[in-house]
């Protein structure tokens, strides 16, 4: 049975082009240009997947996530949830709606891996444990199914921890378009163990 794992990256928001931290408080959601962005992925999934529908949709709980996970729900017609462990970082509360200098003042040394890079904030290691363990609830939850997995740059990163088994640490960065398709596939159980293989089948495409 194949799983599919639709990964979709929010469109356009107004924290990315404002400049500051869209925590839970803060977000102030998609710009115009994300609501079409959404759209757009949208019309291009409803095209692509006539014959193999997904049979739900996840999102963080972000409203530039919940926002483009609304449109392509609809779009599809099936139901849509939100799950936290999807989010890009949880920021402390003082954080949240910051710019990125001013958060920078919070700085602490020695952040890392396992160590956060502000004070109070999460670290990357916590980022991706929760990320993962995520992925792999939702694809055991409906494998043998597709399912779209709208979240941020910091989720489709961690699909390459949880389903390409990546270290923590990679020797590569990634840039993620907005409201672009990242697709992970596999025939295997998703939490078998050994591991199963999974199969990147696209990054990084987007409807234009």
Known sequence: MLTRLLFVRHGESVHTVEGFIGGPRACRGLTDRGHEQAGAIARSLVGELQTTRPVAVYSSTLRRATETATTIAAALDVPSDQDCRLCTWHVPDYA???????????????GGVFRPFERDNETWAELVTR????????????????????????????????LGLLPLYRSFDLTVAPASVTEWQTNETPTAWPPPRWTLTRFNQTAA
């Open 96 to 110: 949240d709606g910051l710019t990125h200098a001013e958060l920078r003042e919070h700085s602490i040394t020695g």
């Open 131 to 162: 990320g993962c363990r995520a992925v792999l609830d939702i694809a055991e939850r409906h494998q043998g199914s597709t399912v779209i997995l709208v979240g941020h740059s910091e989720t489709v990163e961690v699909s390459f921890h949880a």
